[in-house]
């Protein structure tokens, strides 16, 4: 099992030094991931649980791969319906060869209606347009040259080079708890990526859902690779109201051993989101003790530890 770290690439404290740090430092320690999120129109209801600024993904990506060697880069998610998905695959090619094949594409249809208005997209749609986005990407990084009608896309001897390194191209991380997303995980995906769970649900919900979705479509079962809202506190918070990766060291541990047990492949650490000190100076320090103790005191199971 390998763990993330989700980069702080928005509100308060966001600027390049502090990103080229918080990305060199996971590396450093030896996470094995850094990941990133999309937002392109900044309207209230965005800005609302991302305050400005907000660094946009793929120039982001673009850059810690010249910045880093060998963690791996990641989208947590990009939300398919905003980019023609020609500009999209070209994009992620890029990227992908500019970081030697380190690209994992973490994708979700997106959930702020003013920011698609803003867009001039289609909010009900875009479960649709996903589907037929990721259909269309998968095409152009696996074909030379395609010509494609659809529903909602049209076009003529349309190549993407360079293609990506890895074949047949970076792995699909499919965002969403719905019984759609889980369909579109199975379908169109490599993984799962649930976001702000709890171990119990995933177990006696979550991973039944999928295992039964990939039965009905004779699919293989996607990996699964959670994010989870990190954040140590000093004394037990009750189960009963408690997401996973909150509450004291053994708490969380026992986090780590459910995902492992559980067959997870990747875990992303926020230690934003939840965050009491999100929006201010203190929430670094905190954020980087926190990611500091847990390379140092807990990620070693089955001998995957981080060192």
């Known amino acids: ?177 719905s019984n759609i997303a889980l369909k579109r995980a199975v379908l169109l995906g490599e993984a799962w990526h649930p976001i702000g769970i709890t171990t119990n649900w995933l177990k006696t919900v979550g991973i039944p859902r999928l295992s039964e979705m990939a039965k009905k479509f004779n699919k293989p079962i996607p990996q699964i690779c959670p994010r989870i809202f990190c954040r140590i506190t000093r004394s037990d918070i009750s189960e009963e109201h408690r997401i996973a990766g909150e509450g004291t060291l053994d708490q969380i541990r026992q986090d780590f051993e459910n995902f492992y047990s559980l067959g997870c492949s990747y875990i992303i650490l926020d230690t934003k989101r939840n965050n009491p000190t999100a929006n201010t100076d203190e929430h670094y320090d905190d954020a980087w003790n926190t990611l500091s103790l847990l390379a140092d005191k807990l990620i070693d199971l089955k001998n995957e530890s981080l060192r």
């Open 1 to 177: 099992m390998k763990i993330g770290v989700k980069l702080h690439h928005s509100g308060f404290g966001a600027n390049p030094e502090m990103m080229k740090k918080w990305t060199l430092t996971a590396e450093k320690l030896g996470f094995h991931l850094i990941s990133v999120a999309d937002h392109i129109g900044l309207t209230p209801e965005v800005i609302g649980d991302y305050p400005e600024p907000y660094y946009e993904v793929f120039t982001n990506l673009a850059w810690l791969a010249g910045l880093t060697t060998n963690i791996e880069l990641n989208t947590s998610v990009v939300v398919i319906p905003y980019r023609h998905p020609i500009t999209t695959a070209h994009l992620i090619a890029n990227v992908d060869q500019l970081s030697g094949g380190r690209f994992i594409f973490g994708v979700g249809v997106g959930w702020a209606k003013t920011e698609f208005d803003a867009l001039g997209i289609s909010f009900s749609k875009r479960g649709k347009l996903t589907d037929e986005y990721l259909k269309i990407m998968k095409l152009l990084w696996t074909n030379d040259s395609i010509s494609y009608k659809g529903e909602y896309i049209e076009f003529k001897d349309v190549k993407v080079s360079p293609k990506p390194i890895q074949k047949p191209h970076p792995p699909i991380w499919v965002g969403g708890q």
